[in-house]
T-cell receptor
Framework: AQSVTQLDSQVPVFEEAPVELRCNYS??????LFWYVQYPNQGLQLLLK??????LVESINGFEAEFNKSQTSFHLRKPSVHISDTAEYFC?????????????FGSGTQLTVLP | GAGVSQTPSNKVTEKGKYVELRCDPI?????LYWYRQSLGQGPEFLIY????????DSGLPNDRFFAVRPEGSVSTLKIQRTERGDSAVYLC?????????????FGPGTRLTVL
């Protein structure tokens, strides 16, 4: 069984400030890790994912996340946020070792970028 | 190309009624997933299909819930004897393969309200 914890349900931050959204997971098997984003009135879309290799992964719009196996974390960071980054962000995991294919999601973090 | 579509976008029904929710995945995607998202929570897995068969239905909450994908494309989630606790956004996702690291593409969801 797997679980994902996003401790911060809401994160307000001023425009151009850095931000970190925290994600910790628990799993008895090895996992793949994902961040999905849901913009207002839109569906969930993939932001970035870690499958293997370099533990630092980046998105096309400046976000990055680092897989830390010892701390079972996959925190999402951006050095300078924009108003358009306002959205709900979901961390998720899936089983990389067995037959299960579904995603297990955290409860989400609402990022609000203030002018 | 066209993304995942879901119909209806909103469904209001009365307790005890039967409802059907439809998902049209991205053309060619063999894997299809159903999730349920309650207010303030992340999506929770219900069932996934590989082709026409339900490969994992471990997330279905009880036998009132059933899903089919008879031709390996469109899927219908069926809920019998609806209860107020079934109120949620039902999300469908598809991917072109069924392995844990594959990107799942989500539809906009169907908001179900049981009065």
């Amino acid at each position: 069984a797997q679980s994902v914890t996003q401790l911060d349900s809401q994160v307000p931050v001023f425009e151009e400030a850095p931000v970190e959204l925290r994600c910790n997971y628990s799993s008895s098997v090895s996992v793949y890790l994902f961040w999905y984003v849901q913009y207002p009135n839109q569906g969930l879309q993939l932001l970035l994912k870690y499958l293997s290799g370099s533990t630092l992964v980046e998105s096309i719009n400046g976000f990055e996340a680092e897989f830390n196996k010892s701390q079972t974390s996959f925190h999402l960071r951006k050095p300078s946020v924009h108003i358009s980054d306002t959205a709900e962000y979901f961390c998720a995991v899936s089983d990389s070792s067995g037959s299960a294919r579904q995603l297990t999601f955290g409860s989400g973090t609402q990022l609000t970028v203030l002018p | 190309g066209a993304g995942v579509s879901q119909t209806p976008s909103n469904k209001v029904t009365e307790k005890g009624k039967y409802v059907e929710l439809r998902c049209d995945p991205i053309s060619g995607h063999t894997a299809l997933y159903w999730y349920r998202q309650s207010l303030g929570q992340g999506p929770e897995f219900l069932i996934y299909f590989q082709g026409t068969g339900a490969a994992d239905d471990s997330g279905l909450p009880n036998d009132r819930f059933f899903a089919v994908r008879p031709e390996g494309s469109v899927s219908t989630l069926k809920i019998q004897r609806t209860e107020r606790g079934d109120s949620a956004v039902y999300l469908c996702a598809s991917s072109d393969r069924a392995y844990g690291g594959d990107t799942q593409y989500f539809g906009p969801g169907t908001r179900l309200t049981v009065l």
